[in-house]
């Protein structure tokens, strides 16, 4: 059985993370940089060290991480206010996120 406070979780956490997400890939916010060729972390979005340094991993921990809590703000808000959320934004933001995303990828690939 769902429980209200996971609906409302989840409805935000799916509204939140594609927003996130979009922000920090644009403006470079990694919790940590990945470098396959050392094999090692490093805090924080870092220039390569030896061979190309991997930052998607970051980027995702980062979204997830604030998705996170702003889902777990909402669980915890009253159950009228969360009434008032469309749930329809749970596909719409996901959907924009796509496009932006499409958008993005023919900017940097065909485009130049």
Known sequence: MITRKFGAF??????????IYIVCTEMNWAV???HPALGQFTAGPTKP????????YGWITGS????????????WL????????????????????IM????????MYFLR
């Not at 989840?10 to 927003?19: L, N, Q, R």
């Not at 060290?49 to 991997?54: D, T």
């Not at 997830?64 to 669980?75: D, P, R």
Request: charged share 5%; net charge positive.
């Open 49 to 56: 060290i030896a061979g190309p340094a991997m930052y998607w």
């Open 78 to 97: 009253p159950a009228d206010v969360i009434r008032r959320v469309p749930t329809a934004m749970a596909w719409l933001v996901p959907c924009a996120a």
């Open 32 to 34: 940590f940089t990945y």
């Open 10 to 19: 989840a409805v935000v956490f799916a509204v939140a993370y594609p927003i």
């Open 64 to 75: 997830a991480i604030a998705a996170g809590i702003i889902g777990g703000v909402a669980a």
């Open 100 to 107: 932006t995303a499409c958008g993005l990828m023919i900017k």
